[in-house]
């Protein structure tokens, strides 16, 4: 049974990855999880600069979903490659990492940074966090905006890139091909939904940053969408990504369209999801007859 | 830390909203620190996802137990569940008390409400026996004092509406004795925030060290997320740190509270 999925030239053991911002940098989960089981490991977003983030509360669980706004904290590049980067690099699998900025010269300049470091699996680009104030979503709500993102990062590396396209447009097929267009070489869908949650006693929201991104398995339908829309407007392969909390959840996103799949807020509340996944999509497999998971992909049956 | 599905020994009302769950856990208990936590997935709460979080009241052999307070759809879920039952803890988690050494500080323990709860194994294993204040609305929301007072030590009881002990708060008392004896005593305290916050000014104003045990929405408990941060000095500034991971356990020299920057 082939697993084995190829995006650009990162090559995964198994289609199963999880979101960038639900796993840390890798190192967090390692007492509980075998990392080397997964296609690879995505870590948080990272810029060029230390960032701070939002205050709290930073997060509020909503009917199956989560609300967050965190304000993509980190260490910036520096201090990823001091911390977290000698306990990465010695993963037999590939590291994801995501990387954003604040101008097109700032996501070319980390894509430049993490190109010299050499052993980097695939840059992904976030191009649609909707909880910073710049940077983040504009990129990726701006057709014009996305293209020099992707073309500018594609001169500054090798490295396979991966554009993680946001949900908030009203047609993602022109921002998926602007991506491709650009050298992407690969495309993430989707990011966290904006949305809000308030506390009707107090009358005030329960984000501190008032609005926040929705994620888990509320979002999953809108993301199956996105994922068919975007695969039917691109070649390239997609990682699929939005509430999948189970196998079956998977597999629905491979059909749709995508090459690979990341596990997001599952991870938070059940940090073996990813494995779960593997051996469900395995199951389904023999169960299906079929021996290479590539066959599932696009596999949606429409029509009589 | 041990991700494990553990079941339920036993399950009891201590008092009003307030509850006490026992698992059987034999590799987690011996894990367990004082001020440490457990992360819990109420498996029976289908729609609300997340885990909570809960200090660990006692460690016993191969059990560990929580005292919550029905506060919500997910205490309200767990109140529900009964022995034999399965239960999702990571565990333990979390930076807790330092326990102090024999010979050192007068451990005083201030806790507010069940906050006691998260106190109840330092002074187990604390060589030195010191004072726990606590304090709470109503007498009902008094716990554990009898489990204190069997470790050998003095309890001192506040409550707003004077139903039990003291009226007043709980800094009242705690004021009073550091007026009396401050040298030579350490400060740890659990409790809603305006408490670790007057306790913060209590330990400086009597130059005592004090250890809080943060509170702040948290979400996955392993350090990922970081949703649970505290704002804690860093240099000339501040930073955001992890009550999960940095914490929950705090010095309380080291938090910039609201306001102050």
Same mark, same amino acid.
């Given at each position: ?25 890798? !190192? ?54 001091? =911390? ?48 910073? =104030? ?43 091909? !602007? ?6 070489? !690969? ?44 695969? =039917? ?72 | ?8 020994? +036993? ?13 059987? +856990? ?84 201030? +806790? ?150």
């Amino acid at each position: 049974m082939n697993l084995s999925v190829q995006l650009g030239s990162l090559r995964m053991q198994n289609p199963v990855t999880v979101a960038s911002g639900t796993f840390g940098y890798g !190192a967090e989960y390692a007492q509980l999880l075998d990392l080397n089981q997964l296609g690879a490991v995505t870590v948080k977003g990272i810029r060029l600069n230390p960032v701070r983030g939002n205050p709290t509360p930073r997060t509020a669980e909503v009917t199956s979903g989560m609300l967050n706004a965190i304000g993509l904290q980190g260490p910036g590049v520096d201090g990823f490659i001091e =911390k977290y980067w000698p306990f990465l690099r010695t993963l037999a699998v590939p590291t994801i990492i995501n990387i954003w900025g604040t101008s097109v010269e700032e996501y070319a300049e980390v894509a430049r940074r993490f190109d010299a470091l050499g052993g980097v699996g695939a840059l992904e680009l976030n191009v649609s966090c909707p909880n910073i =104030k710049e940077g983040g979503a504009q990129f990726g709500t701006d057709v014009a905006l996305l293209r020099q993102v992707v073309a500018a990062c594609r001169a500054a590396t090798r490295l396979p890139l991966i554009t993680k396209l946001s949900p908030n447009v009203p047609n993602i097929a022109p921002f998926a091909r !602007a991506a491709a267009e650009a050298g992407s070489d !690969a495309l993430a869908v989707t990011n966290s939904v904006p949305a809000m949650a308030i506390d009707a006693e107090t009358r005030r929201p329960r984000l501190a940053n008032v609005t926040g991104g929705l994620t888990g398995p509320c979002i999953k339908p809108i993301a199956l969408k996105l994922v068919w829309e975007a695969a =039917k407007a691109v070649q390239i392969p997609i990682i699929g990504m939005g509430g999948i909390q189970s196998a079956t959840d998977a597999i629905e996103f491979l059909i749709a369209g995508a090459t690979a799949i990341a596990v997001g807020t599952a991870n938070f509340y059940e940090p073996q999801t990813a494995f779960h996944v593997l051996a469900g999509l395995q199951e389904y497999m023999e169960r299906h007859r079929m021996t290479d998971v590539r066959e599932l992909t696009g596999s949606l049956r429409v029509g009589a | 830390m041990i991700e494990q599905t553990v079941q339920i020994l +036993a399950h009891e009302r201590v008092a009003d909203q307030y509850f006490r769950l026992v698992l059987r +856990a034999p590799e987690i208990a011996p894990l367990v620190q004082p001020g440490q936590f457990a992360h819990v997935r109420v498996l029976p709460l289908k729609e609300a996802l997340l885990r909570r979080p809960f200090s660990i009241f006692q460690a016993n052999g191969d059990t560990f137990s929580i005292l919550y307070k029905r506060v919500g759809k997910g205490t309200e879920a767990l109140a529900q569940m009964e022995p034999g039952e399965p239960l999702s803890v990571i565990a333990p988690l979390g930076n807790g008390f330092a326990v102090p050494p024999r010979g050192s500080e007068t451990p005083l323990l201030v +806790a507010g409400g069940y906050g006691m709860a998260a106190m109840y194994l330092l002074a187990k294993r604390s060589p030195q026996k010191g004072v726990v204040f606590v304090g709470g609305r109503r007498a009902v929301d008094i716990l554990c004092v009898e489990d204190f007072r069997a470790l050998g030590w003095e309890v001192r009881i506040t409550t707003e509406d004077g139903s039990l002990g003291e009226k007043g708060l709980v800094t009242q008392p705690l004021q009073a004795e550091l007026q009396r004896a401050a040298a030579g005593s350490r400060l740890y305290a659990c409790g809603p925030t305006p408490m670790l916050r007057a306790v913060s000014r209590l330990a400086e104003q009597f130059s005592v060290p004090a250890e809080l045990s943060m509170d702040e929405h948290m979400c996955c408990g392993v350090g990922v997320c970081l949703a649970c941060v505290i704002r804690v000095k860093s240099g000339e500034s501040w930073e955001y740190q992890r009550s999960c991971t940095e914490g929950p356990v705090f010095d309380a020299r080291q938090i910039v509270w609201e306001g102050q920057s």
